[in-house]
């Protein structure tokens, strides 16, 4: 049911407008926040502790920024699939990649470190559209259907996750093989 739903939405998102997909992110994250107050709780108290400096209503708006934020991604990342590869890269810049071809002309693997910060969905389309093959290593989702879905659409775009669970040898053999292996810093 899940995965029909997530396939449904990506179809409409898709369609949208970027100003539509900005305007129904942040209401998502609005909703997330502020309505369902998904882990809100826990991201106040990380706050807290991260910025004791902060008063408690600078607190609250960052971690509305927090939502707006992550709920706008999950709207551009449900309109990805299906979209040409070329379309990432519009919106990503690339400094230094030069050095990137020369490791992959001598047939050297290469290991990309990427923040978890800004859009990483759409950093790792970028470089699959720019080289591939690339695999990424990715946390399994806890909803196994929302983690199929997704492990799907990364596929479809050109990249291959490696669970991070159990990664080690995949990525090791990936690059021996001359490919690139991307991961957020905190995975």
């Known amino acids: 049911m899940i995965r029909w ?12 407008s970027r100003t539509t997909q900005l305007r129904m992110g942040r209401a998502l994250g609005f909703v997330l ?19 004791p400096e902060r008063t408690d209503a600078e607190r609250r708006a960052i971690a509305d920024g927090v939502y707006r934020h992550l709920g706008t991604m999950a709207v551009e990342c ?7 590869r070329e379309v990432f890269q519009q919106h990503v810049d690339f400094v230094g990649d030069e050095h990137a071809r020369a490791a992959l ?3 050297r ?9 800004g859009n990483w969905e759409l950093m790792g389309l970028a470089l699959a559209g720019r080289w591939a093959p690339i695999s990424v ?8 259907e929302f983690d199929t879905y997704w492990r ?3 596929e479809k775009m050109g990249l291959r996750p490696l669970p991070a669970q159990h990664s080690y040898r995949e990525a ?11 991961v957020t810093l905190d995975q």
């Open 5 to 16: 739903l997530l396939n449904t939405v990506s179809r409409w998102a898709a369609r949208w």
């Open 78 to 84: 449900l309109g990805y699939p299906g979209q040409p």
């Open 105 to 107: 002309a001598q047939g």
């Open 33 to 51: 926040g502020r309505v369902v107050r998904m882990r809100r709780r826990a991201v106040l108290a990380a706050l807290a502790r991260c910025l």
């Open 137 to 144: 290593i990715v946390r399994t989702q806890r909803n196994p």
């Open 152 to 154: 799907e659409s990364r």
């Open 109 to 117: 693997g290469m290991l990309i470190l990427m923040g978890h910060i």
């Open 172 to 182: 090791l053999r990936a690059l021996k093989q001359g490919e690139m292996v991307a």
